[in-house]
Nanobody, 125 residues
Framework: QVQLVESGGGLVQAGGSLRLSCAASGRTFSSCFMGWFRQAPGKDRQFVATITWSDGSTYYADSVKGRFTISRDNAKNTVYLEMNSLKPEDTAVYYC??????????????????WGQGIQVTVSS
């Protein structure tokens, strides 16, 4: 069993920064991706960024590229999402997730089988 616990959310003004953390416990295979998704009210859950445990390869949604940075600390089994230049449209519940092993497309939520409880990020204008 895998447990994922997010922390670091909150309220920030536009242009500000936040860092989200996701602490993973249980079985985390090196061939898995650890991803961040977000869901705004009335919208589908959308991909934000993902990273491999093994070599740290990263993928980003176009909407956050250049502003958000995903990283991981293998010793702590923790994944981070550094969010800079935040915009009101970044407001959402952010979810951490672990993928199945060796998925062909790490950008789709269908590739992920374990999810955290979610954490609110609110960006005021």
């Amino acid at each position: 069993q895998v447990q994922l616990v997010e922390s670091g959310g909150g309220l920030v003004q536009a242009g500000g920064s936040l860092r989200l953390s996701c602490a993973a416990s249980g079985r985390t295979f090196s061939s898995c991706f650890m991803g961040w998704f977000r869901q705004a009210p009335g919208k589908d859950r959308q991909f934000v960024a993902t990273i491999t445990w093994s070599d740290g390869s990263t993928y980003y949604a176009d909407s956050v590229k250049g502003r958000f940075t995903i990283s991981r600390d293998n010793a702590k089994n923790t994944v981070y999402l550094e969010m800079n230049s935040l915009k009101p449209e970044d407001t959402a519940v952010y979810y951490c997730a672990r993928s199945r092993t060796e998925v062909p497309n790490p950008r789709t939520r269908l590739s992920y089988d374990y999810w955290g409880q979610g954490i609110q990020v609110t960006v005021s204008s």
